[in-house]
């Protein structure tokens, strides 16, 4: 029973270095998100978390197996029950880092979705204030498009240097206005 309880505990205790791996790994994506959310940074936190929920899986039975062996009293000595208990703590505490770093990989997973649309509202943004630059612009030049025979500005000398010029303020008022 005391060999069965030192194998456990050491692949429990292996179990920290893994979990210790992903978290730094977990730390590394999150400055990479904060730095510059990028498509494969997605592909990674989805990886990450299917390694965590595998882990899972399989520290989970073993849990269950550990707990089974504290009470049976014809398999463990009393002795190497106290031992179990300890590796019995020691898997909760993995279980237990396992959850934050699921909790931590939503929120990172959360950061990025943020990253991505604050970059595609500032392109919105970007294309709302050309388009509502020259709006205005098409309007006016719509209007002297037409080709009427009766419009009188038409048959003014300096109409066309006019109309270049109320287009020209209009421009250079609404860039002053976005600013």
Do not use: C
Not at 97 to 103: A, E, G, K, L, W
Not at 152 to 169: A, D, H, R, S, T
């Amino acid at each position: 029973d005391y060999l069965l309880y030192r194998l456990i505990d050491t692949i429990v205790d292996n179990y920290f270095f893994v979990t210790e791996h992903l978290s730094e790994k977990i730390e590394v994506l999150e400055e990479k998100v904060l730095a510059h959310p990028e498509r494969n940074t997605l592909v990674e936190i989805q990886r990450l978390k299917k390694q965590l929920i595998d882990l899972r899986k399989v520290i989970s039975p073993l849990r269950d197996t550990i707990g089974s062996l504290q009470k049976d009293a014809g398999l463990v000595k009393e002795e190497t029950r106290r031992y179990l208990r300890d590796v019995y703590e020691h898997i909760i505490q993995v279980n237990e880092s396992i959850d934050s770093q699921r909790d931590l990989l939503a929120s990172v997973m959360d950061l990025y979705l943020s990253g991505v649309s604050n970059k595609m509202n500032q392109v919105m943004q970007l294309l709302t204030i050309i388009s509502t630059i020259f709006i205005p612009l098409t309007f006016i030049a719509g209007i002297y498009g037409m080709n009427f025979a009766f419009m009188p500005e038409l048959q003014y000398k300096y109409g066309y240097f006019i109309v270049w010029g109320i287009m020209l303020i209009i421009f250079v008022l609404m860039i002053y206005f976005f600013k």
